[in-house]
């Protein structure tokens, strides 16, 4: 059975208590905060105390969403070999401590984006929204013009020294979309932003280890048919771990839903995952901000990812009583 899994702090806050009382034991989490003097985030030590560390309290650590620098190895600038390095150490590093889930992007110097972080949603809740006409005017970033072909290159070049590494340790790398799912960017091309060219990155370097994070909210943008693309990717034993959402809208002007209310069938897309024999993780992602919570982190609301977390354990629940 899919297991639900909440994104926590690398310490423990009241939100690692909540999620707990609503039957969350399974965290994903960052590289841990707090390494020693002569320590770098992803040696073997911080990792360690930090699995100790979440444990201790109860949860299994199941994926990590984060990465040491890897702007350099995206550009193929001067030094992605030793950016690499590091990226090896820290996949050894999850391997040696038990860490199975690495969810990684593609995504040079911008990362998630958005034009907006205050929409009016549900009840006078925020949810954030991107709108790529408010974006025509946009300036390069300091790294100008990156084609995608570029990008393709850098990336066969980290797949093919970072998966046998991946493979030898245990760890399954899991590509998330770009976000938004649209090339170019301020003058970066965006090459995760398509079924076909996800198929294109499990084939690159084929094995069990690369992968990918089926982000539903953004292959929304990508197909009319998730349930599909889940049965596809499922049945090649390519999806490694799953963020669960939805928006409304289109590639150039969408914004995020809760998950009850989006044009996603999100029952159907469960049964596919149960088709599919699917038994890792699901986190909910980009929820609305509720009243009385901050939107200091639009997207992490703690109350709204409560409330998500009841509704997909419904949904579970239903879609697995069926057979």
Known sequence: MIEIAEVLGSQPSPLWRQVQQIGVNHAVTSMPSGAGPDEKPWDFMPM????????????????????????????????????????CTFVRSMGKVGIEGWCYNWMAVLNWLRTSTSIPARGGAFTTGYDHALMKDAPFTWAGEVS???????????????????????????????????????????????????QRLVDLVPSPSNGITFCQGNFALMTNDQPAAIRDFGNQGKIHFVHFRDVRGNVEKYEETFHDNGPTDMMECLRAYRDIGFDGVLRPDHVPTLEGDSNDHPGYSSIGRLYAVGYIRGLREAVYREN
């Open 148 to 198: 995608e072909e570029e990008l393709w290159e850098n990336l066969e070049y980290f797949l093919k020294r970072v998966v046998p590494v991946a493979e030898e340790a245990g760890v399954k790398m899991a590509m998330h979309p770009d976000d938004p799912p649209l090339s170019p960017l301020r003058g970066i091309g965006r090459i995760m932003r398509s079924l076909e060219n996800f």
């Open 48 to 87: 360690l105390r930090m699995k100790t560390r979440f444990e201790d309290a109860g949860f299994k650590v199941s994926v990590i969403e984060s990465a040491p620098p890897m702007n350099k190895i995206k550009l193929g600038l001067p030094g992605r070999d030793e950016e690499i390095d590091d990226v």
